[in-house]
């Protein structure tokens, strides 16, 4: 089998074509499981397949994304940015491309060799400023969705997030991401304003069930909700996190928001053959 490992502001992934492949997609999680599995085999955040798409007039491949557990995701922010270099790289589409995901078509552009930019899905289901109680303290949290059916986030504004116990904070995106009141669980995105359109953020991801290095739809989500509070402009609004910076651009229409877009690196770490003599196929 062959293989890509590619990462997106350290948000990593390893790629396989299945128009090529041939694996059954019953063999997914399974794949997804063990080739993410860091200690034991190449690790990775995800693991995403490339497949004809179901309508070739819209799109020009489908990806197909798992999560390090072997659950499936809607889509990914920072994977669509990484499949869409190795689309373009692998002649699959040009440098504007159309991925179908689970959640929706996502549109794609190339800004130049290793910089890419992803409409994100459309914002639903929001929720502003909820609070939620976790072991008897109150957090405003708000949430929302991204898509059809919608990747869901949980956006948590922490003071000093920088120099929060880690301890403490992986605790509290645990239970956040389990709260009863997201049916889905959530992602749990903890952010900080720290100067005029710059953010820090950090992210409880659901399916990894610990932080990752970034995260693009929970970065998209951080800065609409941002925006509709007016806390932040929506251009090209910087966001720090551990692996590295995304910026966000929002096209806003009173209280609800038309466009979203997703720009930042990619690098693509390996390419190369599975050996894995654990992984059975």
């Known amino acids: 089998m062959k293989f ?16 090529e ?4 997609a019953e063999k997914f ?17 995800g693991f995403m397949v490339v497949e004809n798409p179901n309508n070739p007039s819209e799109a020009d491949y489908r990806m197909v994304f798992y999560n390090s ?12 940015r990484c499949i869409c270099r190795y689309g373009y790289e692998k002649g699959l589409a040009g440098e504007v491309q159309r991925v179908e995901t689970t959640a929706g078509i996502v549109t794609g552009e190339r800004i130049d060799k290793r910089l890419y930019r992803v409409r994100l ?9 909820e609070p939620v109680e976790i072991d008897g303290e109150t957090y405003i949290c708000s949430y929302i969705e991204l ?14 997030l920088k120099d929060y116990p880690e301890a403490q904070l992986f605790e509290l995106g645990r239970k956040l991401r389990y709260y009863k009141g997201y049916p889905k669980g959530a992602n749990v995105n903890f952010c900080e304003i720290i100067g005029k359109d710059h953010i820090f953020e950090r992210t409880y991801e659901r399916g990894v069930e610990d932080f990752t290095y ?34 966000i651009d929002v096209e806003r229409e009173e209280d609800k928001i038309k466009n979203l877009y997703l ?19």
Do not use: Q
Request: one cysteine or more; charged letters at 20%; proline letters at 6%.
């Open 147 to 160: 898509g059809n059916p919608g990747i869901p986030h949980c956006v948590v504004p922490i003071s000093n």
């Open 21 to 24: 492949e041939k694996i059954p």
């Open 121 to 129: 899905n459309d914002p639903c289901n929001l929720r502003l400023d």
């Open 214 to 247: 970034a995260c693009g739809t929970g970065t998209g989500s951080v800065v609409t909700v941002l925006t509709l509070k007016g806390k932040v402009s929506g251009k090209n609004v910087k966001v720090d996190m551990t692996g590295g910076t995304l910026f």
């Open 263 to 281: 720009t930042g690196p990619t690098n693509i770490v390996a390419k190369g053959e599975v050996t894995d003599e654990e992984l059975e196929l």
């Open 4 to 19: 890509w490992k590619m990462n997106g502001a350290g948000n990593d992934f390893v790629i396989i074509n299945n128009m």
């Open 29 to 45: 999680p399974y794949v997804a499981k063990t080739l993410c599995e860091r200690h034991l085999s190449i690790g990775a955040d």
């Open 69 to 80: 557990d072997g659950s499936m995701g809607e889509m990914c922010g920072n994977g669509a």
